[in-house]
């Protein structure tokens, strides 16, 4: 059985920044994906990155491009998502989420669209991050 342990969620300034991180364990991790979702009060949960460990391609949705970052220590079976610039909208339940092989995700012509939720196996049970002053 697969379990994903998130850690690291807080209350955090605007402007700061944050570091989850996404343990897993009883899964194969070089043969595994991790994507982060996040889920604001009143939204849909939304898939904001992934990341294939045998490759080490990343991917990330628009809204976290450029803020966000993915990144894996095979050695501890560990993803961590690191964000910067963090403003009120990136207020959410965050959930790490796996499944085996590469990262599922949807484009619109060359840009990716989407990472569903449907693509994805196993789940941890969330960190809440809070942006405010």
């Known amino acids: 059985e697969v379990q994903l342990v998130e850690s690291g969620g807080g209350l955090v300034q605007p402007g700061g920044s944050l570091r989850l991180s996404c343990a897993a364990s009883?899964?194969?991790?070089?043969?595994?994906?991790i994507a982060w979702f996040r889920q604001a009060p009143g939204k849909e949960r939304e898939g904001i990155s992934c990341?294939?460990?045998?490759?080490?391609?990343?991917y990330y949705v628009p809204s976290v491009k450029g803020r966000f970052t993915i990144s894996a220590d095979n050695g501890k079976n560990t993803v961590y998502l690191q964000g910067s610039n963090l403003g009120p909208e990136d207020t959410a339940d965050y959930y790490c989420?796996?499944?085996?092989?590469?990262?599922?995700?949807?484009?619109?012509?060359?840009?990716?669209?989407?990472?569903?939720?449907?693509?994805?196996?196993?789940w941890g049970q969330g960190t809440r991050v809070t942006v405010s002053a």
């Open positions: 989420a796996g499944t085996t092989k590469r990262c599922v995700w949807s484009s619109e012509g060359r840009r990716l669209r989407q990472i569903p939720a449907w693509g994805y196996d196993d």
């Open positions: 009883g899964a194969t991790f070089d043969d595994y994906a």
């Open positions: 990341i294939t460990i045998s490759n080490g391609d990343t």
